[in-house]
């Protein structure tokens, strides 16, 4: 049941129908290949040199995202990551042709292999997507506010999924009252994500990311805390008032007046 209603929410934040995302969810991924340097890697046939890198960034990625999320994986022999060899074979899987995506199971697109410097932090931006998985229950997690998912996945990779905008440029965005507000629980079925706010998904993402690295900078206790409050079922609202003493909205006009 966790893994149906896994797969119809990314299907449908991204726009594609549920006869779609059930269509791709029964796509065999059985012609992977495990790697034989990491278990936790599995790549199609054409694809071991895109895998030869995805292995090299693994440790440092897994050991980066329980770091920053404060537990390791739930269970961490079931991590995998499947490495597509063609971005056909990567759309014919999950119905998308983005870079990467969190399923019923983490795919990763050739399009990486674009800027190859950049796959360790996309990895460990799907890595966060697939820890906090491991430690929620299945409503909890699907119905996590957009920008807290994608924003605390482009912190603690260090900036994965948002190169295409400098920090200069979304603080100016910010500051210019272009830029998201933060909603304190999420629904499962109309996501507030980019488009509500008419941001381009790097935009949203680096500014998600800063208000993240805000909170933790006013104090690290009390992110560990909020953190895993919401690990624990909290809502985020609930989370950030119990963590820091104020609601949300609060601490998003206090990020904002340090601009």
Aim: with cysteine.
């Amino acid at each position: 049941m966790r893994i149906f209603f896994g797969i119809l929410l990314a299907f449908f934040l991204s726009g594609c129908s549920t006869v779609t995302a059930i269509t791709h969810c029964c796509r065999s991924t059985d012609h992977f290949i495990v790697h034989s340097d990491d278990d936790r890697v599995l790549y199609e046939p054409g694809g071991k040199a895109f895998a030869d890198v995805v292995v090299a960034a693994m440790p440092d990625a897994v050991e980066r995202i329980e770091r920053a999320q404060y537990l390791p994986f739930a269970e961490p022999d079931k991590v995998r990551v499947y490495v597509c060899a063609t971005r056909e074979g990567f759309r014919d899987l999950t119905g998308r042709d983005v870079r990467a995506i969190v399923m019923h199971k983490l795919f990763l697109s050739p399009r990486l292999m674009e800027t190859p410097e950049r796959v360790p932090a996309y990895l460990a931006h799907e890595l966060s997507h697939l820890h906090l998985k491991g430690h929620m229950e299945w409503y909890d997690f699907y119905t996590l506010p957009f920008w807290f998912f994608e924003g605390l996945a482009t912190f603690a990779s260090g900036g994965g999924g948002a190169q295409r905008v400098s920090r200069s440029e979304a603080v100016a965005a910010i500051k210019d009252g272009r830029h998201f507000l933060p909603n304190e629980k999420g629904s499962f079925l109309f996501s507030k994500g980019p488009s509500r706010w008419g941001l381009k998904h790097h935009m949203f993402y680096h500014q998600a990311m800063l208000f993240m690295e805000y909170l933790k900078d006013v104090d690290e206790s009390s992110y560990r805390k909020f953190l895993l409050s919401i690990k624990d079922g909290s809502n985020v609202g609930d989370a950030c008032k119990s963590s820091y003493g104020k609601d949300l909205m609060a601490m998003w006009h206090s990020f904002v007046s340090t601009l």
